[in-house]
């Protein structure tokens, strides 16, 4: 039965720098895909979702583990894979034409009919007329069908898409989508199967036979639904809300005891939480939204009510979580009283809800004493990203603390100053002299 | 017409202060140097250079042989920027000591090199070999550095997806270079082309006509040209010259620049049209040319093609795009290593034991002569700001007065300021003070104009909105210049400062000594000392005052200019 597997991912682990400046990206993931398989990878970001295809594609290599394709081992990049790029990757001094053949003229193939070829995968995708056109002068959603072009004018076996439609308005991706299913359930691609990589719940329930859903800190397989809907499928039917609601309690998770919702301070042992880079704006959203919900409520529902990508729908939530203005269980959210309080209140009232509950967040507590620790009172935001970096790769501890900081300022607890680089306590946070009597 | 482009943006390396690397690469300097004294020992005590003649005739042939030098260097520096700043982008360990190695050597007033460069050569070398060598060194020393920091910067930040589509569709290195790499770096290196010229010209006629003592040394070229012609006061000569030199300059702008900064226009990155994109009449009417539509289709094309077929070989193999990790140095790499400490260590030993024989008192007179230059320069660049802030920002903002003043500055700013010294030696000489005035004009005619075209890139940058609110605000005047021009000019005018520093200290080692007309006139400053102490061949003196000059660039850059840089890039970008 193992004869139609095409990629094999054995116990694979990437850890990124080097000495006490480690970052695993992902850990201990084990896949397979089967010829005929359109597999879709789901995460929200940071989950390695990018560097586990990237893994697959040869990009990059596993720090332990092997990826296999038909037995072998991959080093190097895979021969047999080519790529769909979420920014379209076409050479804008060529045009799209010239970017289809140049992916022939890698392969050594110099002939002049490599511009036949060319032009009829650029038939193919619909794009004939455009051929002497220039990527500048096309739509997003064009300029993603010359990369599909390009990407089959190699003739790959496993066709890897990163992200693909999310670079493009909401109907040029639909109709994409709608081609490449065409295309793909027609049989008329030589390609074997399909690995992509989304953050579009909807988009994966609608086009994969399979969803690998990753979870994060650090990335890992948390859930693998298999999706065995006929082609086309309907985001009305029941049966697909099921499968949407099924991967968004994975994705989301539950909400924790406090203790770890929200983790311990930079330093103390236990895992730190990076925060959630959500806006408060776009907290208050949320909560004003399901303020009007007695009962829990679909989350994958809200995607499309809110307008949100699944990636910030989820960073709010998270962000609600950790702050306890909300509960999640199995795919539904539903406010906490305090949450309510919160969405109700005034503008300065808000302020003050915020910053009790900022307060018991490890990583504003720990700032918070380090600051009150200091005489003056402010610290160089040097000290904070050093103390930091241990825990985290460089680019996430610098996030983390403009997320603090911005948090710390909405609830008055921090302050900023980007001219020297200093972070303080806020005025009305500063421990008042004692005046004796 | 395409100013904004041309911000002289210097590279911010690391870190401010002095680090390992500077220290390593400073006292490599310091040793190339003393070797180069060695050699310089040698040297004859008397040169003669060819007679230059001033015939109208003979201008041709100057240029003819001015321009090959130029282009001699040109070469030379295209290929040291692409070898140096692929290796650089390659490498990490590499990476490592070339990039500060180029800081250094960007802010190393190069003239201060010249006599030491020019003695040692024509002790080894043919006298008429020598001074062309060391004038063709000169140049490359002023063209290499920012080709070699574009080149290496369009490497470095060829977006990741333009990598990994190169990779994933298995592009053999041809085709990479050819298809990715030569199209990032294109734009870069022409700007940055563009400005070596400037700045090569800018050497050559310093360096075509140099006189220590009694060792005469010149080029027959439009430098050596002018500089006679200033001597016997042929006033017909020197038109003839200038003008020449102007009409070269022009021209290369119009047939070659132009043409390559209109056809390199496609490599934009941005996916979006440009509104006005580049232009040149001299491509259009190539393009439509027959003879070379015909040359294009049966010479450039199958060229092109052999070309491929012989380098576009598939590659077997493409490995990771990951940075290699840190690999362990080989025993050869070491033993290599040690002989480079080695050598190194012997050279500073001698080099201190050089700089020990001079005394005390000639030390003094270094530091007063460094004060003295110092305060030319800060002069020649205050006087420089007080006249660009206001022009430039007329030019930037007033698309009438640009329309009137750009052509002119244009024309202005392309004529290298040594080619004009003469001249202004020649009225300054006789009035009290005038030498001192006269190398104040020349640091000033040499570095005004990277001031003035980074302050009307700064001021055509400013955003319209933010007019239109200042004027909705009613801001007028005084505070008008403070709340919003000036602020917007910041990072310009440090960016533009930095140059141009940089260019008035390197000027002071032609401005402060001049041999004129078999009169030696000197002012007090380390140029002078630098100048004067090649001519008495007190070689020691010549080394510690050149070494004082390198350091004390080299730390003003650091602890001023770079600091005062990152201020501008944090506090008054507006694309952020």
Redesign the interface.
């Known amino acids: 039965m193992n004869d139609n597997v095409l990629l094999k991912v054995e116990h694979v682990t990437k850890i990124f720098g080097?000495g006490d400046r480690k970052f695993t990206a992902v850990k201990d993931i084990n896949l397979t895909i089967h010829e005929g398989e359109f597999v879709a990878l789901l995460g929200a970001s940071g989950s390695g979702k990018s560097t586990l295809l990237?893994m697959i594609?040869?990009?990059?290599?596993p720090t332990e583990g092997a990826v296999y394709y038909r037995g072998k081992a991959v080093?190097?990049?895979n021969?047999y894979?080519?790529?769909v790029?979420?920014?379209?990757?076409l050479?804008?001094?060529?045009s799209v034409l010239a970017n289809v053949a140049?992916?022939l003229?890698?392969?050594?193939d110099?002939s002049q009919e490599r511009f036949s070829r060319a032009e009829k995968l650029i038939d193919l995708v619909g794009l004939d007329g455009f051929e002497s056109a220039y990527?500048?002068?096309l739509s997003g959603g064009m300029?993603q069908k010359v990369g599909f072009a390009?990407a089959l004018a190699?003739e790959p076996e496993l066709l890897c898409l990163d992200e693909p439609f999310s670079a493009l308005d909401v109907l040029s991706a639909e109709s994409l989508r709608g081609e490449l299913m065409e295309l793909w359930t027609g049989g008329s691609l030589p390609i074997k199967a399909v690995l992509m990589v989304s953050h579009n719940i909807e988009e994966a329930v609608s086009m994969a036979d399979r969803v690998i859903v990753l979870g994060k800190e650090p990335g890992r397989i948390v859930a693998e639904i298999v999706i065995d809907l006929p082609h086309p499928r309907s985001a009305k039917d029941s049966s697909f809300e099921v499968l949407m609601d099924r991967i968004y309690s994975a994705i989301a998770g539950h909400t924790q005891l406090e203790m770890s919702e929200v983790g311990t301070a930079p330093g103390s042992p236990g895992l730190t939480r990076i925060l959630p880079g959500s806006s408060v704006g776009a907290l208050a959203g949320l909560l004003e939204h399901i303020s009007g919900f007695k009962a829990p409520y679909d989350i994958y529902k809200l995607e499309s009510e809110l307008g949100v990508e699944t990636a910030h729908l989820v960073q709010s939530i998270e962000m609600a979580e950790m702050l306890d203005f909300a509960v999640v269980k199995s795919g539904d959210i539903q406010i906490t009283p305090l949450g309510l309080a919160f969405a109700e209140a005034s503008i300065l009232t808000r302020k003050e809800l915020f910053a009790q509950r900022a307060r018991r967040v490890p990583m504003i507590q720990w700032m918070i004493q380090m600051l009150k620790a200091v005489p003056s009172g402010e610290l160089p935001w040097k000290v904070f990203y050093t103390a930091l970096q241990p825990e985290f790769p460089d680019e996430t501890a610098e996030r983390q603390l403009d997320v603090a900081i911005d948090w710390g300022r909405y609830g008055e607890l921090l302050d900023y100053d980007?001219?020297d680089e200093m972070v303080s306590l806020d005025v009305s946070n500063r421990k008042e002299p004692t005046v004796s009597a | 017409m395409f100013l904004r482009q041309r911000i002289f943006r210097q590279p911010s390396g690391e870190g401010v202060g002095f680090g390992k690397g500077d220290l390593a690469v400073l006292l490599l300097i310091a040793v190339i140097l003393y070797f180069g004294l060695q050699l310089a020992l040698g040297t004859p005590a008397i040169i003669e250079g060819p007679e230059i003649n001033l015939d109208p005739a003979a201008v041709p042939f100057y240029a003819l042989m001015s321009i090959g030098r130029m282009l001699a260097a040109y070469i030379l520096s295209l290929l040291f920027s692409i070898i140096y700043g692929y290796a650089a982008a390659r490498s990490r360990s590499a990476e490592r000591w070339l990039m500060p190695a180029l800081d250094i050597l960007q802010s190393v007033p190069i003239l201060s090199f010249l006599p030491v460069v020019l003695l040692g050569l024509t002790a080894i070398l043919p006298q008429g070999i020598a001074v062309e060598l060391a004038a063709v060194i000169l140049i490359f020393t002023s063209q290499a550095w920012n080709l070699t920091f574009s080149f290496y910067q369009s490497m470095r930040t060829i977006p990741g997806e333009y990598l990994e589509a190169a990779a994933v569709f298995r592009f053999s290195p041809w085709l990479r270079f050819k298809q990715v790499e030569i199209p990032f770096a294109a734009m870069g290196l022409i700007w940055n082309s563009v400005m070596s010229w400037a700045g090569g010209w800018f050497f050559l006629m310093a360096a075509e006509m140099f006189t220590l003592g009694d060792r005469d040394f010149r080029l027959p070229g439009l430098g050596a040209y002018l500089q006679t012609a200033a001597i016997d006061g042929d006033t017909q000569a020197l038109i003839i010259g200038i003008v020449t030199l102007i009409i070269i300059i022009v021209l290369l702008d119009q047939l070659v620049w132009r043409p390559l900064l209109a056809w390199a226009a496609r490599f934009k990155v941005s996916q979006v049209s440009d509104d006005n994109p580049p232009t040149s009449w001299f491509l259009s009417s190539l393009r439509g040319s027959r003879v070379v539509t015909f040359l294009n289709m049966r010479l450039f094309k199958p060229f092109n093609l052999w070309l491929d077929r012989k380098l576009n070989r598939p590659p077997q193999h493409i490995s990771s795009l990951e940075p290699d990790a840190e690999r362990k140095r080989s025993l050869l790499g070491w033993l290599m290593l040690l002989l480079l400490a080695l050598l190194l260590g012997y050279g500073v030993f001698q080099a201190a034991g050089m700089l020990v024989t001079v005394p005390l008192e000639q030390w003094g007179q270094i530091v007063i002569g460094a004060g003295a230059t110092l305060l030319r320069v800060s002069i020649a660049v205050l006087i420089a700001l007080v006249w660009t802030i206001p022009v430039g920002v007329l030019i930037g903002t007033n698309a009438r007065a640009a329309a009137i003043l750009q052509p002119i500055v244009q024309i202005a700013a392309s004529i290298p300021a040594t080619a004009l010294f003469p001249i202004l030696l020649i009225r300054l000489l006789g009035v009290p003070g005038g030498a001192n005035m006269a190398a104040v004009l020349l640091m000033l005619l040499g570095t005004q104009w990277y001031l003035l075209f980074n302050v009307i890139a700064g001021a055509s940058a400013i955003p319209q909105d933010l007019q239109y609110t200042s004027d909705l605000l009613l801001l007028k005047g005084w505070r008008r210049w403070k709340t919003l021009i000036l602020p917007s000019l910041f990072p310009y005018i440090i960016t533009g400062l930095i140059t141009a520093s940089g260019g008035a200290w390197n000027a002071s080692i032609v401005a402060e000594y001049t041999h004129f007309g078999g009169e030696i006139t000197q002012v007090t400053g380390l140029g002078a000392q630098i100048t004067s102490a090649t001519a008495a061949g007190d070689f020691a003196l010549l080394l510690a005052a050149t070494l004082t000059m390198i350091v004390l660039v080299v730390a003003v850059n650091r602890l001023v200019w770079r600091r005062l840089f990152r201020v501008a890039e944090d506090r008054f970008r507006m694309d952020q």
Not at chain 1, 57 to 61: A, H, P
Not at chain 1, 85 to 89: K, L, M, N
Not at chain 1, 91 to 94: A, D, G, I
Not at chain 1, 105 to 108: D, K, L
């Open positions: 080097q990237r594609n040869g990009l990059i290599s080093h190097g990049i021969p894979s080519t790529m790029f979420q920014s379209f990757a050479f804008p001094w060529l140049l992916a003229e890698a392969r050594g110099m990527p500048r002068e300029r390009r190699v980007d001219r």
